[in-house]
C-alpha cells in the first residue's frame, strides 16, 4: 500500500473577496509541483461563494468536473440551454468534451454557498458536452458508504467518461466501514468532509485529504459524527489522441 497525506491546512487557498476556495491540487494561482493531481484526480476545490456573487461564464473543454453542494444554492446555466438550481443534497456532473461555457451564481441574498469543485481528466476526447444532476438524498444510507457517480449510466448515481467510482459516508461515532476498490490498478481519494476518522491507520480531521494506492480495500471507522467522500480513480493518465 503507498499513501500520500494532505493535511487541510496544507492547501493552497485562494482569497478574492466574492470566492474563498482551498485548493488540494495546483490550480489558478496556487502552484506546487507535488500536487498537480492524484492519477486523474486533477482539481479538487474546497469553495465558498458570497451572496448575490459568482462565476460568470467561461469555457471548459476536455475535462469531467463534479460539483457536490454542501451548504446553500447555486444557480448554474450553459451553453446546452440548461438551467438549473443545485443545493445540498444534490450532485452534478458536466462532460466538458468538445467544449462548453457555463456560469454559476449563488442568487442568495442572505448565505452564501459552498461546495466541492471536482476535476477528472476523461478516457476520451472530443465527447458531446453533457450535463446531468441528481438528488443523492434520495439514495443516502447511515453508517456505510453509498455510490454517487460511475462510469456506468445505467448504475446508481452520475456518470462519467472515466473508470471512476464515488460514494460518501455519513457515520455515527464508533462506526467501522470498508471498501472494496471496483477495478485492479485504482487508486483511491479520501476527502473528509465533516469529522474524524481514522482511515488505513491514518487519523483525517475535517478537510484532510488521504490518497492511498496498490491495495484493494480501506477500512474506516468513525471518530466522531463524520462525513467522507471517497474517490476511486485510475492511478495512470489516459493516452488518447485528439
Known amino acids: ?25 495546483s490550480f489558478g494561482g496556487y502552484h506546487n509541483p507535488e500536487r498537480n493531481h492524484f492519477g486523474v484526480l486533477r482539481v479538487l476545490n474546497d469553495d465558498e461563494v458570497s451572496e448575490s456573487k459568482g462565476f460568470g461564464s467561461h469555457p471548459h473543454d476536455n475535462m469531467e468536473i463534479v460539483s457536490i453542494p454542501l451548504e446553500g444554492d447555486l444557480e448554474h446555466k450553459d451553453s446546452m440551454g440548461n438551467t438549473t438550481i443545485i443545493k445540498e443534497g444534490d450532485v452534478q456532473v458536466m462532460s466538458a468534451g468538445t467544449g462548453i461555457y457555463h456560469s454559476e451564481y449563488n442568487k442568495n441574498l442572505d448565505k452564501p454557498v459552498k461546495f466541492l469543485q471536482i476535476w477528472m481528466f476523461p478516457n476520451q476526447r472530443n465527447v458531446v458536452p453533457r450535463y446531468d444532476q441528481i438528488a443523492i438524498r434520495d439514495i443516502a444510507k447511515q453508517n456505510e458508504f453509498y455510490q454517487i457517480l460511475s462510469p456506468n449510466p445505467n448504475d446508481q448515481g452520475v456518470w462519467v467518461h472515466q473508470e471512476a467510482w464515488f460514494h460518501l459516508g455519513q457515520f455515527n461515532q464508533g462506526i467501522s466501514s470498508e471498501y472494496t476498490l471496483k477495478k485492479e490498478g485504482n487508486g483511491v481519494y479520501a476527502f473528509v468532509i465533516e469529522g474524524n476518522v481514522e482511515l488505513n491507520g491514518f487519523n483525517l480531521d475535517k478537510r484532510d485529504g488521504l490518497g492511498i494506492w496498490e491495495t484493494n480495500k480501506l477500512k474506516l471507522t468513525s471518530n466522531s459524527e463524520s462525513k467522507v467522500l471517497l474517490m476511486e480513480i485510475p492511478m495512470a493518465l489516459p493516452r488518447i489522441g485528439r
Open 1 to 25: 500500500m503507498k499513501t500520500t497525506l494532505h493535511k487541510a491546512t496544507t492547501r493552497g487557498y485562494a482569497n478574492h473577496g466574492w470566492l474563498k476556495s482551498y485548493h488540494t491540487f
